[in-house]
C-alpha cells in the first residue's frame, strides 16, 4: 500500500535533516534509500535535499526560503484561450455538430454572426475577437477532452443490375472535372436495421461534385418509381439545373425506366465500375456523415418513420448545405507505403454556389434570401426533435414485438 501526502511529506523533511548533517559516505546511503522510496532520479533528489531549509536574502525585506514538501509553481504564459472562450466555443461546436477545428474555423464568423442576430448568444467584444483568431490546431486541441466524451455498421442492400450496363457509360472518380454545379453522385441508404427482410426505407442521398452540395430524400422502398419521385422533388427545389448523376450499378438505377426518364430530362447518365466504390467516393462518404450519424442505423419501415425522416432532411439539408463547410481532396500523393493527401481550404455549399459563375444572379438572390432568414440554432432544434421522434418510433416498435436491446 502507497503512502500517503502526509506521510511523505514528513519523510521529506525528516530525510532532508539527516541528510545535511551527516558524511559524505552516509549522505550516499540516504540518498540511495531517498531515491528508492519516492522514485525520483538520483541528481534531483540531491538537489532537493540539499536545498531544503536553505535560505537565500533577495533584499532587505525579502529572504526566500526552500521547502522540500512544497510544489514547484508551473511556469508558462497565462492561457489566451481561458474557460470562458471555451465554454462559448463548445456550445457553438455542438450547434454544429462536434465538426473538426479545420471545419469550425472556416464557419466559425458566420456561425457566431448567426447565432448573435438570432439572440442565441450573447458573447463580449473581447471573447469574440479571440475566436475570430483562434486557430485550427488550436480548437482541436483545447477541445479534445472534450471530442473523448463522446467516443454498427449497416449492411449493403444493392443489387446489381444485369440489363442495361453497356448502354450506361462508365466513369470513375478520377473522370470528374466539371467546372460547375449540376453533376451529381447518387446512392441509395437502406435501413433495414438489421434486417434486410421485407420493405423498408431508403434515403435517396445525392452530392453535388463541384460544391459538395447534398439533398437526401426518404422513399418507401428501393422500387424505380420512388427513386424518380426523388430525384423529381430535389430538381424543383436545387439552386441550379440538374444536369447529370453518377450512380453505382444498383437495380434501382440500371433500369429503362431511368434511362428514359434521364433522356426526357436531358440530364447525363454514368455509372461506376463493378465492385469500385470509391468510383463514387463523394456520395460513398456522405452515407455515413450525413444520413447515417443523423438517423442511425435503426429499421425504418412505416409511413409515419418516412414522414419524419424527410422532415429531418428538410432541416438537415438547409442546415449542411449553408453552414457546415465541405473538404475536398486537392490531390493524393504516394510515397512507397505512405500516402500523404492534400485539401483545398473548407469551403461552405452556399459560399461555393455564390461565388461560381456559371450561376445565374436572379438564382443567387433567391438563395441569398434563404440563406439570411435561416436560424442556425432552431434549424439544429428541429434536426434534434426529428432524431428524438425517430429515436421513440423504434423503440416504441420494438417493445411491441416484445424485443428489447
Known amino acids: 500500500m ?44 540531491a538537489t532537493l535535499l540539499r536545498s531544503h531549509g536553505k535560505k537565500l536574502s533577495i533584499r532587505d525585506n525579502l529572504i526566500l526560503q526552500g521547502d522540500i514538501t512544497k510544489k514547484v509553481a508551473k511556469r508558462g504564459r497565462k492561457k489566451k484561450y481561458d474557460s470562458k472562450v471555451l465554454e462559448v466555443l463548445i456550445k457553438i461546436w455542438k450547434i454544429m455538430d462536434f465538426i473538426c477545428g479545420k471545419r469550425l474555423k472556416a464557419s466559425l464568423s458566420e456561425v457566431m454572426k448567426n447565432l448573435k442576430e438570432h439572440g442565441h448568444i450573447n458573447i463580449d467584444s473581447e471573447i469574440e475577437l479571440k ?57 441509395l441508404v437502406g435501413h433495414e436495421g438489421g434486417n ?6 431508403q434515403s435517396l442521398d445525392m452530392v453535388d461534385v463541384y460544391s459538395g452540395w ?7 422502398n428501393k422500387a424505380s418509381l420512388w427513386v424518380r419521385t426523388g430525384l423529381d422533388k430535389v430538381r424543383t427545389r436545387l439552386p441550379f439545373p440538374l444536369l447529370g448523376i453518377d450512380s453505382d450499378n444498383g437495380s434501382e438505377f440500371i433500369n429503362h425506366h431511368m434511362v428514359k426518364y434521364c433522356e426526357d430530362k436531358q440530364i447525363t447518365f454514368t455509372r461506376g465500375r463493378s465492385t469500385r466504390s470509391n468510383d463514387n467516393c463523394y456520395v460513398e462518404q456522405k452515407n455515413y456523415s450525413i444520413v447515417r450519424r443523423a438517423v442511425g442505423y435503426n429499421r ?45 481550404p473548407p469551403v461552405v455549399p452556399y ?8 450561376i445565374s444572379h436572379e438564382n443567387k438572390e433567391k438563395l441569398k434570401t434563404i440563406h439570411d432568414s435561416l436560424d442556425l440554432y432552431d434549424l439544429k432544434k428541429q434536426i434534434t426533435k426529428c432524431q428524438n421522434r425517430l429515436a421513440f418510433l423504434a423503440r416504441k416498435k420494438r417493445e411491441s414485438i416484445g424485443y428489447k436491446l
Open 2 to 45: 502507497g503512502l500517503n501526502m502526509k506521510e511523505k511529506k514528513a519523510i521529506y523533511r525528516e530525510t532532508a535533516k539527516r541528510y545535511q548533517k551527516a558524511r559524505k559516505k552516509e549522505k550516499q546511503k540516504i540518498l540511495d534509500e531517498f531515491v528508492i522510496l519516492v522514485s525520483l532520479r538520483r541528481n534531483y533528489a
Open 300 to 344: 425504418y419501415d412505416t409511413e409515419d418513420e418516412v414522414d419524419t425522416l424527410n422532415q429531418l432532411y428538410d432541416n438537415l439539408r438547409l442546415y449542411t448545405n449553408h453552414f457546415q463547410p465541405v473538404m475536398k481532396m486537392k490531390e493524393k500523393i504516394r510515397n512507397g507505403s505512405k500516402v500523404k493527401k492534400r485539401y483545398f
Open 196 to 201: 434486410s427482410q421485407g420493405d423498408f426505407a
Open 131 to 187: 475566436l475570430h483568431q483562434i486557430s485550427a490546431s488550436t480548437i482541436d486541441r483545447i477541445l479534445r477532452h472534450e471530442r473523448k466524451k463522446l467516443e454498427i455498421r449497416g449492411i449493403s442492400g444493392t443489387k446489381p443490375g444485369t440489363i442495361l450496363k453497356s448502354q450506361i457509360s462508365i466513369r470513375t472518380w478520377s473522370e470528374w472535372d466539371e467546372n460547375k454545379p449540376g453533376y451529381f453522385e447518387i446512392d
Open 351 to 358: 459560399d461555393a454556389i455564390m461565388d461560381c459563375s456559371s
Open 214 to 220: 447534398t439533398e437526401t430524400i426518404a422513399l418507401k
